[in-house]
């Protein structure tokens, strides 16, 4: 049984950071690409950030310089780690996996909350 467990989430300050885990079982970690997505209220999920197991990355351009995607490939744990966090950034994080081949996300975690204030 595959289970993505996310952790981390919070409120913040705007200007703040935070680091977003997700710890993977019950599947070969290094045959999946790993990904962030993010819905905040009245908005549809969206794309954030995605990491192969062979280290390359790719972000939505509006994280870009702010978030960073990182593996630890060993600890089968995805990381998402969050500067400078604004309003925009208030969502529900969920944590996918997906076969590296394909741009599809075949299993999800159940989400973390991130709240940024003024």
């Known amino acids: 049984q595959v289970q993505l467990v996310e952790s981390g989430g919070g409120l913040v300050q705007a200007g703040g950071s935070l680091r977003l885990s997700c710890a993977a079982s019950g599947l070969t970690f290094s045959n999946y690409a790993m990904g962030w997505f993010r819905q905040a209220p009245g908005k549809e999920r969206e794309f954030v950030a995605r990491a192969k197991w062979s280290g390359s990355t790719f972000y939505v351009n509006s994280v870009k310089g702010r978030f960073t995607i990182s593996r630890d490939n060993a600890k089968n744990t995805v990381y998402l780690q969050m500067n400078s966090l604004n309003l925009e950034d208030t969502a529900v994080y969920y944590c996918?996996?997906?076969?590296?081949?394909?741009?599809?996300?075949?299993?999800w975690g159940q989400g973390t909350q991130v709240t940024v204030s003024s």
């Open positions: 996918a996996a997906g076969p590296s081949s394909s741009s599809l996300y075949t299993y």
